[in-house]
């Protein structure tokens, strides 16, 4: 009796952990950061660089969204198949009003949106008063 209690469970869960694996949805490129944070004082440049992978290789269109004094080394390019591209992205705080700014890179191919999380913060050349806070993490 127990043997066919277990055989339906056992066979329900074996579908839903397949159904899981088959709909997940499977990206069509990567990129090598999760976010790109930079602090620069104002009249300064600096570049920063990540990656973009992708298997299937196509068409891709990127744009930054939100930010000023943030340019990409490129707009559009074409990746072949399980081909990366490095990009090169330019943060200049000369003529820019300190402040922090906050937006995302838009990474577009044929098949999906990618928005890369992007922090851009300029300070004044002359600070008054600057805390960094660190909290150990058995207190936080």
Do not use: H
């Not at 000369?94 to 890179?105: A, K, L, Q």
């Not at 922090?119 to 805390?131: G, K, N």
């Amino acid at each position: 009796m127990s043997r066919k209690i277990f055989s339906p469970f056992f066979i329900v869960l074996l579908f839903v952990i397949m159904l899981n694996f088959v709909s997940a949805p499977i990206s069509s490129f990567e990129v090598s950061s999760a976010l790109i944070k930079v602090s620069l004082n104002k009249g300064n440049v600096a570049t920063k660089t990540t990656q973009i992978f992708s298997e299937a290789g196509g068409q891709f269109n990127l744009e930054v969204t939100s930010v000023p004094g943030v340019t990409l080394s490129e707009k559009d390019f074409v990746l072949q198949k399980v081909e990366s591209k490095k990009l090169d992205i330019e943060f200049n705080a000369t003529s820019v009003e300190p402040g922090v700014y906050v937006g995302n890179i838009k990474i577009m191919n044929e098949k999906e949106v990618f928005l890369l999380p992007l922090i851009f913060e300029v300070e004044s050349q002359d600070v008054f008063f600057d805390v960094n806070i660190d909290i150990p993490p058995q207190y936080s």
